[in-house]
């Protein structure tokens, strides 16, 4: 018989679980080491309530796949942190839910598959970018450099060249101020929206202190990129020959079929942004940092890169599916890292039943995906062994419990885009040079930071030149 709210810490008047939270996290650090130590005692559906707002957490591969199939959980949160990034209304994609969702969806992805996306045209995108990557690398090979932003540019682009038909030099200063803003926007707060979320009223007496003076100043300073942007392209557009997505959108707009508003494609682009870069370029570190750390897989994968690509070319996509090492590293570090910790938080459009509880209305739902990739499923889960996804014949292992990109029609639109350009970034720095820690440096930490999305500690590599004409072994 369905039951009232899901269990979950005692609740304080007007509060909630915020005290619980703050002293929780004092202690484990992390948001999902919070969730994942509550869920441990009061179950898979986690219920809890900061502030007026009810937030559900729910582990576990089949209560996970529950909830991203049922339409009833489609929704997007309401609350004012999404709502500050969006003109204080449910715009974009990622952010909003209903019709203004469906259409957005529909619409981004025709656009993007016009310009390539998805297909093999992206690869000499992806292509451009692991070169200059290289020569990049190459000119201050042998000297310790931080990685943890290298990717930045590269990420931004491979998709603003779709969205913007624009490409940046890796050195571009104003590119690289947007990353680091983007970079600043996902470590103020986490992915559920933290205080500035649930008790909004307290921007008025401590802004800076929640979060909120950084983030308005962030997402102003990157509208005024978008709106530039956007208003470049109105100046030059022709319509019979749109050039990419936000000429899409503006034909689109003055077709008068639609009703697409200049604010919503401002925040759409800022959706692409903001969901397609932290989360590869973070991804994309932590393959290395853990590259780095454990010298045998590196060996393993320089060995598959000369046996399958050797050394009069560059390696591409259509290496990949004879790559299956590779492929298993990539999937080890999507399970390992988990940088959507808990994926991007759904909402309860009505009261739905769920186990043996009520869901009411506007609940967050959030999805306990680092636990998932991180629990008791997987033997030995903090070490580092691709193998794990491999059988003893080499094939590949698609696990079920392994889900960083989500399930559901709410799915990550980026899959594809990202799967390549970690393969193309890993397979072409590999084949070009040996990575390794700076004597002077310890071994990289595989602690995460917490954020919107996790991110690597500082760490540094030196960057050597592989003599590849000789034959490496393993
Ligand atoms: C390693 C890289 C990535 C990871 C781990 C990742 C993960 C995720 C996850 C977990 C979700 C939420 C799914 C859900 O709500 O259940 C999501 C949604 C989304 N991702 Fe990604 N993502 C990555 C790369 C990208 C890229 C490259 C793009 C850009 C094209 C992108 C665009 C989006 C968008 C627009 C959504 C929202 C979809 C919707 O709400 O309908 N992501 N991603």
């Known amino acids: 018989k369905p039951e009232s709210y899901p269990p979950g810490p005692p609740l304080m008047p007007f509060i909630g679980n915020l005290l619980s939270l703050w002293l929780s996290l004092k202690k484990l650090k992390y948001h999902h080491s919070v969730w994942q130590d509550w869920a441990k005692k009061y179950g898979n559906i986690l219920g809890l309530r900061f502030g007026s707002t009810n937030v559900v957490v729910v582990s576990g591969k089949d209560m996970i796949r529950e909830v991203s199939s049922r339409e009833v959980f489609d929704g997007r949160p309401n609350g004012f942190f999404y709502l500050l990034r969006s003109f204080n209304k449910k715009l974009g994609l990622v952010f909003s839910d209903g019709a203004t969702w469906t259409k957005t969806r529909r619409m981004v992805l025709k656009s993007l598959r016009v310009f390539g996306y998805g297909s093999r045209s992206m690869e000499a995108n992806i292509s451009e970018e692991c070169n200059a990557l290289i020569d990049m690398r190459m000119a201050d090979a042998g000297v310790p450099v931080v990685v943890n932003h290298m990717f930045d540019v590269c990420i931004v682009n491979i998709l603003w060249k779709l969205v913007a038909g624009k490409r940046y030099d890796l050195a571009n200063e104003q590119l690289k101020v947007l990353c680091d803003l983007i970079t600043r926007s996902f470590k103020v707060v986490d992915m559920s929206g933290g205080i500035l979320n649930f008790l909004p009223f307290l921007r008025h007496v401590v802004p800076n202190l929640i979060g909120y003076t950084e983030l308005r100043a962030i997402h102003d300073a990157l509208y005024d990129f978008l709106r530039t942007t956007v208003e470049e392209h109105q100046k030059t557009i022709d319509a019979r020959k749109p050039r990419d997505v936000i000429d899409m959108f503006l034909i689109e707009m003055n077709s008068k079929k639609s009703d697409f508003s200049t604010e919503e494609l401002l925040v759409i682009c800022l959706d692409l942004l903001e969901a397609g870069v932290e989360t590869v370029s973070n991804t994309a570190v932590f393959m290395l940092l853990h590259v780095v750390r454990n010298p045998e897989v590196q060996k393993k994968l320089q060995y598959e890169i000369d046996v399958e690509v050797g050394y009069s070319r560059r390696p591409t996509l259509s290496d990949r599916s004879k790559m299956v090492y590779t492929e298993a590293v990539l999937l080890e570090s999507l399970r390992i890292s988990s940088v959507a910790a808990v994926g991007i938080p759904h909402m309860a459009l009505e009261d739905a039943k769920l186990g043996n509880y009520t869901i009411p209305k506007d609940t967050f739902v959030l999805l306990a995906i680092h636990d998932l990739h991180n629990g008791e499923h997987w033997k030995d889960a903090a070490s580092f062994r691709p193998e794990r996804f491999l059988t003893k014949e080499g094939n590949l292992i698609q696990d079920e419990w392994l889900m960083p ?70």
């Open 405 to 474: 990109f989500g399930s559901g029609k709410r799915r990550c639109i980026g899959e594809g885009l990202a799967r390549s350009e970690l393969f193309m970034f890993l397979t072409n720095l590999l084949q070009s040079f040996n990575l390794k820690v700076p004597e002077e440096d310890p071994l990289p930490s595989t602690e995460p930071i917490d954020g919107v999305t996790l991110s690597a500690k500082e760490f540094r590599i030196v960057f050597e030149p592989r003599n590849i004409r000789h034959k490496s072994t393993y």
